[in-house]
């Protein structure tokens, strides 16, 4: 039998109420990402969902956590809520080049469908509507295999 990893994370690890809850009181900001690092082994990137950034962030980042550390990253808003899956090829390779500038291995949300147990979160917009086209263009997109997908929609959570 195979042992699968486990990763436990959280979303995101930059926030001022964790300070004297979970960050040491006297811990600089700066240090945050490694202390997260010491306790869990993965986090989701939610930012890249609103903007890009350098390349040198994702580098950055990378060097700042230990080997085996994954980030997950949410798939940019232009792909989800702007284009909605249709013709996104260009994007979908510029995001998963600078994803594969961690060198973690983390998980971007599309070139790692070729890996199994990796999580692939997609959310729309309430007005967002499934088709044929859109799936094809999506599943043209990626790498095969055996990843899971977490797919969100607005109205499964009442919005």
């Avoid at 995101?12 to 869990?40: C, I, M, N, Q, T």
């Avoid at 232009?78 to 284009?83: A, M, Y």
Wanted: charged share 30%.
């Amino acid at each position: 039998m195979n042992q699968a990893e486990i990763f436990i994370g959280t979303s995101g690890w930059h926030y001022d109420d964790w300070r004297d809850v979970f960050y040491p009181p006297k811990l600089a900001r700066a240090r945050w990402l490694e202390y997260y690092s010491d306790h869990f082994n993965t986090v989701e990137i939610n930012a890249t969902f609103y903007r890009t950034f350098a390349d040198n962030v994702f580098e950055k980042r990378a060097a700042r956590v230990p080997s085996g550390f994954r980030f997950v990253f949410k798939a940019p808003r232009v792909i989800t809520h702007r284009k909605y899956l249709s013709t996104v090829e260009k994007e979908i390779r510029e995001f998963d080049r600078k994803v594969a500038l961690t060198g973690t291995g983390s998980d971007s949300f599309f070139s790692s469908l070729h890996r199994v147990l990796r999580l692939i979160y997609l959310s729309w917009r309430k007005r967002f509507r499934p088709s044929k086209t859109r799936r094809g263009s999506l599943l043209s997109s990626v790498t095969e295999g055996g990843s899971r997908m977490i797919l969100s929609h607005c109205s499964a959570r009442g919005e």
